[in-house]
């Protein structure tokens, strides 16, 4: 196996906890590696520091698997997604849907799997995992012995990382079904394998969904950037008024529209096609009002060169928003762009505030379902974060 050298100094961040290797950090590899095999990981004097998958490519050049002199075989895809499942198991949170693996919490970097029903639907994010995806597909499939495996990739991360993205059913024979029913809290939602973002549904978003929707009944709510409407079903389910959903995306609307369908409620909803920018400074213009408004926008920046201008979107989207709120309405906001920090979202929704001229007070801060654990050492795994606001 070959061996990654790091420079000088370039070991404290493995040692602080966190697996990231920047291509900067590297002395020498000795030994020859192909890229996305495993490699060991030395520091400046030699001292062995992990193991993990190589790929000079990225900028991240190698993410630590593991600090332990071990193989990683199957028999260790195996203990780490069954440890994953065992701990959500414990904590109450495996339910029709839910996330059974999320990255580097779960001490595999650059994999994410998510459960809907008996579908483990897998997203490999690295060459490295994309090369042990025949591993990882066994693992499952000895936990889930009645389950099929549906691949899942990201077309950014497997650019980044240099492999052909792809989708459907793992193994040979082994094909799930087109699309299924889940269940969640109240509501139903469709899931269609092979469509749309994420991997089906956004269930970072599962426990701020009831919270927003204790704050519906009898009120008008606005889901912005609503994608499949899970926000607005879960309002509506607990009693709203009435719901308009804004999205851009003709496919994301038409999953709206069978969302609503399924739960009984689309003659409480509206449906709008449109850019949620233009559509909340119509909503301004027109003075309408609402008493819930949700705004859950895809990320705005991945590199961390954008977060100025990035900043100046989520400003824009909490201006408008907090102006088209009644008085004692409530605003649910949010960024999951990972390079936006906790204190940056909080300094830019005080700014919208101010410029709006709103008092807002603070219900709750906001981030990822219990499914998506955050590891201290690891800020990247809080990528979520939300403010439950409320107008004076």
């Given amino acids: 196996?070959?061996?990654?050298?790091?420079?000088?100094?370039?070991?404290?961040?493995?040692?602080?906890?966190?697996?990231?290797?920047?291509?900067?950090?590297?002395?020498?590899?000795?030994?020859?590696?192909?890229?996305g095999e495993a490699i060991s990981v030395v520091d400046a004097a030699g001292h062995f520091l992990g193991?993990?998958?190589?790929n000079p490519r990225p900028a991240i050049a190698c993410r630590l698997l593991t600090r332990r002199d071990e193989a990683l075989d199957g028999a260790f895809f195996l203990r780490r997604l069954r440890a994953a499942l065992e701990y959500r198991r414990a904590a109450s949170l495996v339910a029709d849907?839910?996330?059974?693996?999320?990255?580097?919490a779960d001490g595999l970097p650059g994999l994410v799997v998510d459960r809907y029903g008996q579908v483990s639907v897998v997203q490999p994010l690295t060459l490295g995992m994309e090369r042990a995806l025949p591993r990882i597909e066994e693992a499952l499939g000895l936990l889930f012995p009645s389950g099929a495996v549906y691949r899942l990739d990201d077309t950014t991360a497997a650019r980044i990382e240099g492999f052909a993205p792809q989708r459907g059913w793992a193994g040979t024979g082994s094909a799930?079904?087109?699309e299924i029913t889940i269940a969640e809290g109240e509501c139903r939602f469709a899931i269609s394998f092979g469509s749309g973002h994420k991997t089906g549904l956004y269930l970072d978003q599962r426990e701020n969904r009831r919270i927003v929707a204790d704050h519906a009944p009898g009120r008008r709510v606005l889901d912005a950037f609503c994608y499949t409407g899970a926000f607005a079903c879960q309002a509506l389910k607990a009693g709203?008024?009435?719901?308009?959903?804004?999205?851009?995306?003709a496919e994301a609307l038409?999953?709206?529209?069978?969302?609503?369908a399924l739960n009984g409620l689309p003659g409480r909803a509206e449906l709008r096609a449109g850019n949620a920018f233009d559509e909340l400074r119509a909503l301004e213009a027109r003075r309408?009002?609402?008493g819930v408004v949700v705004l859950d926008p895809p990320p705005f920046t991945r590199r961390k060169e954008s977060v100025e201008a990035a900043a100046r979107g989520y400003k824009e989207i909490n201006l408008r928003g907090l102006r088209v709120l009644e008085p004692g309405g409530v605003l649910a906001t949010f960024s999951c762009s990972h390079h936006v920090t906790p204190a940056l979202f909080e300094a830019i929704c005080r700014e919208a505030a101010g410029d709006a001229g709103i008092a807002v007070r603070v219900l709750a801060t906001l981030g990822p379902?219990?499914?998506?654990?955050?590891?201290?050492?690891?800020?990247?795994?809080?990528y979520l974060k939300g403010l439950l606001l409320e107008t004076l």
């Fill in 240 to 249: 709203a008024a009435q719901a308009l959903l804004l999205e851009s995306s």
């Fill in 254 to 260: 038409a999953g709206a529209e069978k969302n609503l």
């Fill in 369 to 382: 379902s219990l499914d998506h654990p955050v590891l201290l050492s690891v800020p990247e795994s809080r």
């Fill in 288 to 290: 309408e009002r609402f």
């Fill in 97 to 104: 849907a839910y996330r059974l693996c999320w990255s580097e």
């Fill in 1 to 35: 196996m070959a061996t990654l050298v790091l420079k000088q100094g370039s070991d404290r961040r493995l040692r602080a906890g966190h697996p990231w290797i920047y291509r900067s950090e590297i002395a020498d590899l000795k030994g020859g590696s192909a890229a």
């Fill in 51 to 54: 193991r993990g998958f190589y």
């Fill in 176 to 178: 799930g079904p087109a």
